[in-house]
């Protein structure tokens, strides 16, 4: 196997850690709300609010998929529907007050978890990391 193949099943595998990982922190921040819930919720709260279709399209996943997530979070009081100010046939999906509260603890729990993983990484190990994941991020 050549260098850059074993670099790439190296990626795949620990890309897929981390993902079992991120899944697993996300159920013992809410034992109600899945990862793709939690992740939902964290894009309605940087739009500011969005369209189900818009984050079937972002997360690339079915409208029924994100129906039956978008009602569970509803369920939960974490997230609310209301009618689109541009086109009133339709309607925006917005965080309440209990889901930004609820991501505001996560993102503490998070960066705690992170400040302590990355405790013995340089600075310049940081930078590298967060630049090679933001170039990942923008490849697709």
Known sequence: MSGRDASIE???????????????????L???LS?????M????????GCRAADLA????LDK????RQVRDLEQLGYAAR????EDHRGQILRPTEAGLALLREANEMRRAAFTERFADWSDQDMAKLAEYLVRYG???
């Open 10 to 28: 190296t990626i795949q595998r620990e890309l897929t850690a981390f993902a079992r990982r991120a899944r697993h922190k996300a159920s013992q």
């Open 64 to 67: 029924s998929t994100v129906s």
């Open 35 to 39: 990862l793709v819930m939690y992740s």
């Open 57 to 60: 399209a972002y997360f690339m």
């Open 41 to 48: 919720l964290d894009l309605l709260t940087e739009r500011g």
């Open 82 to 85: 209301e009618v689109d100010p």
């Open 138 to 140: 923008e490849s697709e």
């Open 30 to 32: 809410h034992p109600e």
